[in-house]
């Protein structure tokens, strides 16, 4: 029996939780399978492990694991991976699949575009500031600046750089020193999930810098767009294991 376990990041904020698992519980309604099951990587319950110990008390024998992460860094590389691997000694009759992060998308280039045009001060001449939540893995850098390149390309930005919050460079301190005698506006996105803490700390750092013009957006967050990317990479992730036909709405 096929199923489907769902490992967002997890938060220290409640309601980052509570809006991951609303998020989850929206995908799975257009995903056909018997067994479906909510985890956490880190700082919430339940864990991977519980996680898929409760798909296989539920009869699965097939489990494919579903990453909801925005790029490929170390939870989706070396994390996520270590624990399937420990399941899978647990558990050697249980077929794994794993899927990927939700990557480079066109869709998720328009909802940043969404963001910019909710705060309902797009002028001529602006550019945008993507926020990374940072990583030490320089393929996280090298896909953020692709999606910066194709928000660019689409939109018709005067620029679209990036920055990150940890990890390597640039910093949001870096990029604002560089910024402060340019008089363009600028739209600064988190390109995050879910921001919480995250986005108050970026507001009190836009704080300590007299740099004009800087419109702080809406995370990417949990919209439809993100949830029709995650639901194309789980029917990819799936169709791993030969599902017949019509299991997907």
Not at 65 to 94: G, N, R, S, T, V
Not at 171 to 199: A, K, M, N
Request: glycine letters at 6%; hydrophobic letters at 40%.
């Amino acid at each position: 029996m096929q199923a489907i376990l769902y490992v967002a990041h997890g938060s220290r904020v409640k309601a980052g939780v509570e809006q991951a698992v609303a998020f989850l519980q929206r995908v799975q309604q257009d995903i056909h399978l018997p067994i479906q099951e909510i985890c956490f990587l880190e700082l919430a319950q339940p864990t991977i492990a519980e996680g898929i110990d409760s798909c296989v008390r539920q009869g699965a024998t097939s489990i494919a694991i579903m990453p909801i992460l925005l790029l490929a860094a170390q939870h989706a590389k070396h994390d996520i991976p270590q624990e399937i691997d420990k399941a899978q000694a647990q558990y050697p009759a249980i077929r794994f699949t794993y899927g990927e992060p939700l990557g480079v998308h066109e869709l998720l280039i328009d909802t940043l575009q969404t963001r910019i045009l909710e705060t309902q001060l797009l002028t001529p001449k602006a550019s945008v500031l993507l926020i990374g939540r940072g990583s030490s893995d320089p393929a996280v850098k090298a896909d953020l600046a692709k999606i910066a390149s194709r928000l660019r390309e689409k939109y018709g930005y005067l620029a679209v750089e990036t920055c990150f919050l940890y990890g390597t460079g640039p910093s949001l301190e870096d990029w604002l020193q560089q910024r402060q005698d340019d008089s363009h506006p600028v739209f600064i996105v988190p390109y995050l999930l879910f921001t919480g803490i995250l986005r108050q700390s970026i507001a009190k750092r836009l704080q300590g810098y007299e740099v004009n013009n800087m419109i702080l957006c809406n995370s990417l967050g949990y919209d439809d767009n993100v949830k029709k990317v995650l639901v194309e990479r789980i029917v990819e992730l799936v169709q791993q294991n030969y599902l017949e036909e019509g299991c997907f709405s």
